[in-house]
């Protein structure tokens, strides 16, 4: 996930970041590196954000959460992607080579089938 992307990468990424923010419950997409700095994506434009910049900072913890766990991907195999589930939305992780996929969606939605939908707009496919 250290590799850089090309602005043609960055360019083809946002336009699949709006395109599932067109999904009504999905809040936040965005594509963010190793380091849990945003390279793509962003809020709906309806969504008022539950946290302020400095909160925004959750993508680090997802990014450590899927470096963290690496060292288990031998024993059990690499993460297909992770949903956390909080108080007020689901936050879904979806580690790939370069960047992970990081989703916001409202709590009232079935987040296996954004998952689905992520996979099918991102071209990926479950390992």
Do not use: W
């Not at 849990?36 to 450590?64: C, F, N, W």
């Not at 766990?69 to 790939?96: A, E, N, Q, W």
């Amino acid at each position: 996930m250290n590799q850089s992307l090309s602005p043609i990468e960055i360019t083809n990424l946002e336009k699949k970041c709006k395109d599932l923010l067109k999904e009504e419950i999905v809040r936040f997409v965005g594509i963010i590196n190793n380091m849990g700095r945003q390279i793509a994506g962003g809020y709906k434009e309806s969504i008022t954000p539950l946290v302020d910049e400095e909160g925004h900072k959750m993508s680090l913890e997802h990014a450590m959460e899927i470096f963290l766990t690496k060292d288990l991907d031998d024993s059990l195999g690499k993460i297909d992607y992770i949903i956390t589930r909080r108080k007020k939305v689901f936050m879904i992780t979806i580690p790939l080579e370069k960047y992970s996929i990081l989703i916001s969606t409202e709590r009232k939605t079935d987040a296996e089938k954004i998952v689905e939908k992520t996979m099918k707009l991102f071209n990926l496919s479950l390992s």
